[in-house]
């Protein structure tokens, strides 16, 4: 069984539409990052949290410590949104999910 | 924000040649950086962790023979693949970290190596 896991795997919206991905996590963690690697393989980090909620342009990311859940929010998908969506758990190391791979249609 | 930089951005070689992979930190001294890899459609798994001026740590299963980590100074760290076979043909990242940023313990990925062994 994975540390951490994402849902869904993959996701396909209309341009606009409001986005969620989840993570759960089973480890005991001091950190939460969201990453969105894009189809050329970079990665950038999203967001780095530990409690409650951060909000950057149109991402939102949340985290519930005691459910050990955290979801990433798009509102008003674009297509320059289609990337994968990875949510990584860090203790002494990072444990990745497996990604969420999102295409938004024009 | 923090820049990391790696080179080459893909590589092919042949089986049983060996191939050096850098990562650069641009504007930050990374005193940490950490090696992933990644095949197709599969997560990040970590690979080693190099502090400046020490030996890397590996993780268990990956060959530290096989995989030699340098990381000579604040701003470089290389990864040689040895003796490259095709198994080894993957997508390599690096990441680094300097503690002296906040928020502490971020990390900063470099936009990652294609190598592709024949």
């Known amino acids: 069984k994975n540390e951490v896991e994402q849902s869904p795997q993959n996701l396909t919206a209309q341009e606009g539409e409001f986005i969620t991905i989840n993570c759960s996590y089973s480890v005991g963690i001091s950190a939460l990052h969201w990453l969105q690697q894009h189809p050329g393989g970079g990665i950038v980090s999203l967001f780095m949290l530990s409690s409650g909620k951060k909000k950057h342009g149109r991402l939102i990311a949340t985290i519930n410590i005691q459910e050990k859940h955290s979801s990433l929010h798009i509102t008003a998908s674009h297509p320059r949104d289609s990337a994968v969506y990875i949510c990584a758990a860090r203790r002494n190391q990072f444990y990745f999910g497996t990604g969420t791979s999102l295409t938004v249609i024009p | 924000g923090a820049v990391v930089s790696q080179h080459p951005s893909w590589v092919i070689c042949k089986s049983g040649t060996s191939v050096k992979i850098e990562c650069r930190s641009l504007?930050?001294?990374?005193?940490?950086m950490f090696w992933y890899r990644q095949f197709p459609k599969q997560s990040l798994m970590l690979m080693a962790t190099s502090n400046e001026g020490s030996k890397a740590t590996y993780e268990q299963g990956v060959e530290k023979d096989k995989f030699l980590i340098n990381h000579a100074s604040l701003t470089l760290s290389t990864l040689t693949v040895t003796s490259a076979h095709p198994e080894d043909s993957s997508f390599y990242i690096c990441?680094?970290?300097?503690?002296?940023?906040?928020?502490?313990?971020?990390?900063?990925f470099g936009p990652g190596t294609r190598l592709t062994v024949l």
């Open positions: 504007d930050f001294q990374a005193t940490t």
């Open positions: 990441s680094a970290r300097d503690p002296g940023l906040a928020p502490v313990n971020e990390q900063f």
